[in-house]
């Protein structure tokens, strides 16, 4: 018996006698190349992981937990954006799931900090003596 070949396994084997400038034009050309959104987004967007990463190395005091909480939604919208649209957005979603990981390491050092401090005093109200 013989077998027919399947779509993706022509198309598979075309792309494999392509050269590489060929390979590189199609991608060009391509809905997810350099000339969309697709493709220029995802790479602004790595400017937030880069942020993050240089946020490690700041004293969980000065992390701020509003900011980071907000990175940490954000990043889950977008991943989940990028997934359904279509078609996929790969590079969008690496990007923000490896922001997502960054902020919720920063945050879970805010956090530690945090729950490590001992409870404020709270001042009287300057008032009127009795």
């Given at each position: ?15 494999a ?29 790595w ?78 109200p300057?008032?009127?003596a009795?």
């Amino acid at each position: 018996l013989r077998q027919t070949a399947t779509p993706v396994a022509m198309a598979m084997a075309a792309k494999a006698q392509m050269s590489f400038g060929q390979r590189l034009g199609s991608w060009a050309a391509s809905p997810t190349g350099p000339k969309t959104t697709h493709f220029w987004g995802p790479v602004a967007n790595w400017g937030f992981v880069l942020a993050g990463l240089v946020d490690v190395n700041k004293p969980a005091e000065k992390i701020s937990p509003n900011m980071t909480g907000v990175m940490c939604v954000y990043s889950m919208l977008f991943m989940r954006f990028a997934w359904q649209v279509q078609p996929r957005n790969y590079l969008l979603l690496a990007c923000h799931a490896c922001n997502e990981t960054v902020q919720l390491y920063t945050f879970g050092r805010w956090y530690s900090w945090y729950s490590s401090q001992p409870p404020a005093i709270e001042a009287k109200p300057a008032g009127k003596a009795a």
